[in-house]
T-cell receptor
């Protein structure tokens, strides 16, 4: 069965600190996709990244970077030099190729960035 | 840009009322989804639709129904609202029949049932 675990419920950092949000997943499929979404206080989930299971290259987008490790079933998200605007709930999600239309979301990690 | 809109940001209803939550997307997406979001539980799928008039139950369909009469519109119906349906409701859409396609979300409706 598919499962996504975000063990960190809340993280609090001071502006300009680096912060890593952990995501561990379980799947039996060899083909699957992983996602990260950001939910700011306004409520709307904003898509950040989609990564397929055959692409283990790390990705960097500005201050954001993602580390995909199939060996440990993890897809961690790092924010470098955090800013107050990064304060949000972040969700990791998994879709299996054979999973029909279902995407499984983790419980989310709430990030507080203090000025 | 994909635009998913939901009819209300906040809604307060009484126990036993029939409640309609509306969602509209403007990108001709095939798939539409309704989730509820509760603290510590993440997002849980209520129903999804992969075509007009087609629907499938998600993980927690009890107490809900849906309607998709037009491709761009997907409605969630609470036949008789109960206090345990107080939650944030999120609508999403995705482009095609591929299950792994990116979902795009609306702003959410925070429903309170008194």
């Amino acid at each position: 069965a598919q499962k996504v675990t975000q063990a960190q419920t809340e993280i609090s950092v001071v502006e300009k600190e680096d912060v890593t949000l952990d995501c561990v997943y379980e799947t039996r499929d060899t083909t699957y996709y992983l996602f990260w979404y950001k939910q700011p206080p306004s409520g709307e989930l904003v898509f950040l990244i989609r990564r397929n299971s055959f692409d283990e290259q790390n990705e960097i987008s500005g201050r954001y970077s993602w580390n995909f490790q199939k060996s440990t079933s993890s897809f961690n998200f790092t924010i470098t030099a955090s800013q107050v605007v990064d304060s949000a709930v972040y969700f990791c999600a998994l879709s299996e190729y054979t999973g029909g239309f279902k995407t499984i979301f983790g419980a989310g990690t709430r990030l507080f960035v203090k000025a | 840009d994909v635009k998913v809109t939901q009819s209300s940001r906040y809604l307060v209803k009484r126990t036993g009322e029939k409640v309609f939550l509306e969602c509209v997307q403007d990108m001709d997406h095939e798939n539409m989804f309704w989730y509820r979001q509760d603290p510590g539980l993440g997002l849980r799928l209520i129903y999804f639709s992969y075509d007009v008039k087609m629907k499938e139950k998600g993980d927690i369909p009890e107490g809900y129904s849906v309607s998709r009469e037009k491709k761009e519109r997907f409605s969630l119906i609470l036949e008789s609202a109960s206090t345990n349906q107080t939650s944030m409701y999120l609508c999403a859409s995705s482009r095609s029949g591929i299950s792994t396609d990116t979902q795009y979300f609306g702003p959410g409706t925070r429903l309170t049932v008194l």
